[in-house]
């Protein structure tokens, strides 16, 4: 990779669009960019390098992608500073490596992470094709986050009937979300196209919390791929539906619902889960 070099440019309207984003780049966040707006209108605009690839006649920007934002909705006849750090001709990958280590210094989040390599997910590419809930790198209200699928993938994998979710960081997560497979893809379908249809959408719905969501998507998982399967018969749809029916309404776990997610919370709901859903009425479908 060669070195860069140093230049103070000007930003006029003639060439704010030759600044592109490249597709890679990390999802921007309206208040950011606000923020960076208010900075041009008080004149107190930029203290940091604009990290760029030069291709052909265009900047693609690797560091500084919210305030190229604001210049653009806020740039008038008179030109705007900056001082460039430029590459020349770099890879994506390339791009993606100087992104990182900057990033060192000032941490990207996970959800940015995985946004950045979210091309290198086969499971992102199926969720796109065809899903029943949308599915965002970003907390959304009307998604599902993808670290969220994650961490259900990540406490169905083992063999075991306990239910255990860890912490990861962030190229954990990358390299389990690359291990999502067509078989899970499949799985997490049809959970996802009985929850939604039985309870409604995401937007709003506490049901829809990770609290809830990934206890409970664990234990459809482990269902269906048999490890609490303990007789020949198996769950219908409609007793999935009436499972899904019993939880939304059950005092506890609607108050479950309404707390933050934690590890220990988790196990918890899990538990109440099997007691209210299962063990009452249901024992002869195997799921305990």
């Known amino acids: 990779m060669e070195k860069s070099k140093i230049e103070e ?14 597709e890679w780049q990390r999802f921007t966040r309206a208040k950011k ?5 208010g900075a041009i209108e008080q004149g107190t605009f930029f203290g940091s390098l604009f990290t760029v690839n030069r291709l052909g006649n265009k900047f693609r920007i690797i560091n500084g992608n919210h305030r190229i934002k604001s210049i653009k909705s806020k740039l008038k006849e008179k030109p705007i500073k900056v001082i460039l750090e430029i590459f020349e001709g770099l890879s994506e990958d390339e ?18 992470y995985l946004y950045i390599y979210r091309n290198e997910i086969p499971f992102w590419k199926m969720v796109k094709e065809k899903f029943p809930v949308n599915i965002s790198s970003y907390r959304f209200e009307n998604s599902i986050r993808l670290k969220t699928i994650i961490d259900i993938y990540a406490s169905s994998i083992n063999d075991e009937v306990t239910f255990d979710i860890r912490a990861v960081d962030r190229e954990k997560a990358l390299s389990l979300s690359k ?8 799985l997490i379908y049809g959970f996802f196209e009985v929850y939604k ?12 919390k990770p609290v809830i969501l990934i206890p409970m998507a664990n234990i459809y998982l482990k269902h269906e791929s048999n490890v609490l399967l303990k007789s020949h018969e198996r769950f219908t749809r409609e007793n999935w539906k009436n499972l899904f029916r019993k939880i939304i309404t059950d005092p506890a776990l609607i108050q479950y619902s309404l707390l933050n997610t934690s590890r220990e919370i988790m196990k918890e709901v899990r538990e109440k889960i099997l007691y209210v859903s299962l063990y009452r009425e249901n024992r002869k479908v195997g799921l305990i």
Request: hydrophobic share 35%; proline share 5%; aromatic share 16%.
């Open 9 to 22: 440019f000007e930003i006029t309207k003639d060439n704010i669009d030759d600044f592109v984003s490249p």
């Open 179 to 186: 291990k999502i497979d067509y078989r899970f893809y499949n």
């Open 197 to 208: 249809e039985t309870i409604g959408a995401p937007k709003g719905n506490s049901f829809f």
């Open 95 to 112: 791009e993606k490596e100087i992104f990182n280590k900057i990033s060192i210094e000032t941490p990207q989040t996970l959800d940015d």
């Open 33 to 37: 960019i606000k923020a960076f707006e």
